[in-house]
């Protein structure tokens, strides 16, 4: 196919998706190779920005995404409202930092550091798709490993983890983490509100 033909099915796609379709999904689906989707998809995030349509192409880790154009998020907004959720927590922020930082981590060490139960926090963070199970500890008992998903890095307008807030060195043990993620949950807030409503809204 010809490139303009690759954009147009590959537009089609991740519009019918909804959700990011993994770079190797999309080669094996368009027949090309993974340079080749490089070039196809740099056109399509130029083509859409050059022309300021109201959609952008986005990079989410290894994944690409359609979304709505951050210039138009206050008509979004205002057309959407109403289906608007709730934003998470202050301890829900606290728990998904301490998993972005220290993934794959066990609940146990979550609660290691927030010094409280965190159980519920967990769950809640498992049933909004912010965080997953990934495998379990090789320690007796075998607890559950958490990770952040791909469905945080969209909804924090992130690409990949590389790009959170730096957390210095540091262990719990030595008193300075609480304040370090304080700092960094502070930063993820900043994020939260400040993101555009491509990204869904936490509850």
């Keep these: 196919m010809e490139l303009k033909e690759l954009q ?4 089609g796609i991740l519009f ?4 990011p379709v993994a770079a190797e999904r999309l080669c094996v ?5 993974r ?4 070039q196809v998809t740099q056109h399509l995030m130029d083509e859409y920005s050059f022309q300021h349509r109201g ?5 989410l880790d ?9 210039e138009y998020a206050d008509h979004i907004r205002k057309t959407l409202e109403s289906r608007k959720p709730a934003r998470l927590s202050q301890s829900a922020l606290e728990v998904l930092a301490v998993i972005a930082y220290y993934q794959p981590t066990t609940r146990a060490y979550v609660d290691q550091i927030r010094g409280v ?4 926090t967990v769950s809640l963070l498992m049933e ?8 379990r500890l090789a320690v007796p008992g075998r607890p559950i490993l958490y990770r952040t998903t791909k469905n945080f890095l969209r909804s924090f307008n992130l690409s990949d983890l590389d790009e959170l807030p730096e957390l210095p060195d540091s262990t719990p043990e030595d008193g300075q983490i609480t304040l370090e993620l304080e700092a960094a949950v502070a930063k993820l807030r900043e994020e939260e509100a400040a993101k555009t409503v491509e990204q869904p809204t936490l509850e």
């Design 35 to 38: 340079d080749t989707l490089e």
């Design 16 to 19: 019918a998706s909804g959700e």
């Design 55 to 59: 959609i952008r192409l986005v990079k």
């Design 117 to 120: 139960d965190s159980s519920y």
């Design 29 to 33: 689906g368009l027949d090309i190779d």
């Design 62 to 70: 290894n994944s690409y995404q359609l979304c709505s154009a951050p």
């Design 8 to 11: 147009a099915a590959l537009e």
């Design 128 to 135: 909004r798709e912010l965080i997953e199970e990934c495998g």
